[in-house]
């Protein structure tokens, strides 16, 4: 392409994916709130790590940018492409700081959890925002300069990246996203950029915050009988608002939105098949033990979670659908009061 890229935020999903651009080639700069993970990816490379032996490797053709030196780009030519991959709460300011520095014709991509393209547009306008979608990417930042996956690629069996436009149209810049995330794993353009961002929300809604609060694995979770009919709850209501507000729901992993609302509205035959899934699915993955999502790991760090980005947006699109949303608020309290010191983090938290 020969274009110039920022990944705003390298820790998790925005190393591994700036990591892998640089690998292939692009001219792409890592820029990062953390200085010892920055410093040693200047001294020693970043470290990459997945499931399968070719995708364990360094790069070390990154350029990197403390956060704390951003004045400094104005002396560099304006980046074409820059992507934000922050947490959700950090998306009004960082995006503001980079816009500077943003080409006349560039644009920015939402690269992140949650429903952020809307904060981004009202900076930098609907025309220079796009939307990527990284679906069961299971990334983590273990270490500075270490960003390891622990779940298996996609491939032909599930598209991971899904690249789309506000207004759902298919552009140039879609199709030449969609070629560069193909590079890392299965990618395609979305006519439905937002209701690909609600059932991701639903799946992180039902996994996120549930192992953050309850300091369980996704395995654990999912074999736990409470706390797996409570993420099921979860994801039930999160279906019923996402459909009051029009949008089209996507199948959410081995689920079809469908499935996942009958369970949870108490249908016996379809809540016994989910839940066989849910007890199996990560069988064959050989990270499922230690495996935790992205607020779980946030959690641990003693980090700030997205809670209020995930499962509180749910709460407060319900109450202006009115749909009830009471497994969701229970859900956001939980974390909370985990993340203020006020609970401990355990399975009683939800009454597993």
Request: net charge positive; hydrophobic share 40%.
């Amino acid at each position: 392409m020969g274009k110039r890229m920022a990944m705003m935020g390298a820790g998790a999903l925005g190393g591994y994916a700036g990591g892998y651009f640089a690998h292939n080639g692009e001219d792409v700069t890592l820029i990062d709130f953390w200085p010892e993970h920055i410093e040693t990816i200047r001294a020693k490379g970043l470290d990459l790590d997945g499931v399968t032996d070719p995708e364990k490797f360094v790069v070390k053709t990154a350029k990197t940018l403390h956060y704390k030196d951003l004045d400094t780009l104005k002396n560099q030519p304006p980046f074409d492409i820059i992507f934000i991959t922050v947490k959700s709460y950090d998306t009004e300011r960082v995006t503001k700081a980079i816009a500077p520095y943003l080409a006349k014709d560039g644009f920015m991509v939402s690269l992140q959890n949650c429903w952020n393209e809307d904060t981004i547009a009202a900076i930098v306008g609907k025309e220079r925002t796009v939307g990527t979608i990284a679906s069961s990417i299971s990334v983590e930042l273990y270490g500075p300069g270490r960003i390891r996956r622990m779940a298996e690629k996609g491939g032909a069996t599930h598209t991971v990246f899904r690249v789309g436009e506000i207004d759902g149209r298919i552009t140039d810049r879609v199709n030449e996203l969609v070629k560069m995330f193909s590079n890392i794993d299965s990618a395609k353009a979305t006519t439905n950029l937002q209701g690909e961002r609600w059932t991701k929300l639903t799946q992180n809604g039902m996994s996120n915050g549930i192992c953050a609060s309850t300091g369980l694995t996704g395995a654990a979770c999912d074999n736990n009988d409470t706390i797996r009919r409570f993420a099921i709850q979860v994801a039930g209501e999160s279906i019923r608002v996402g459909r009051a507000l029009g949008l089209k729901l996507e199948k959410m992993g081995k689920f079809m939105p469908d499935q996942l609302e009958k369970a949870s509205a108490g249908d016996s035959i379809v809540l016994a098949e989910v839940e066989q899934i849910m007890k199996t699915r990560k069988a064959a993955n050989p990270r499922a033990n230690i495996q935790r999502p992205s607020m779980a790991q946030d959690m641990e760090k003693g980090r700030k979670t997205e809670i209020e980005f995930m499962n509180g947006l749910i709460v407060r699109k319900g109450k202006e659908v009115g749909i009830a949303t009471p497994a969701n608020e229970k859900l956001v309290q939980a974390v909370l009061s985990v993340e203020t010191g006020k609970m401990k983090a355990s399975p009683a938290v939800l009454g597993g």
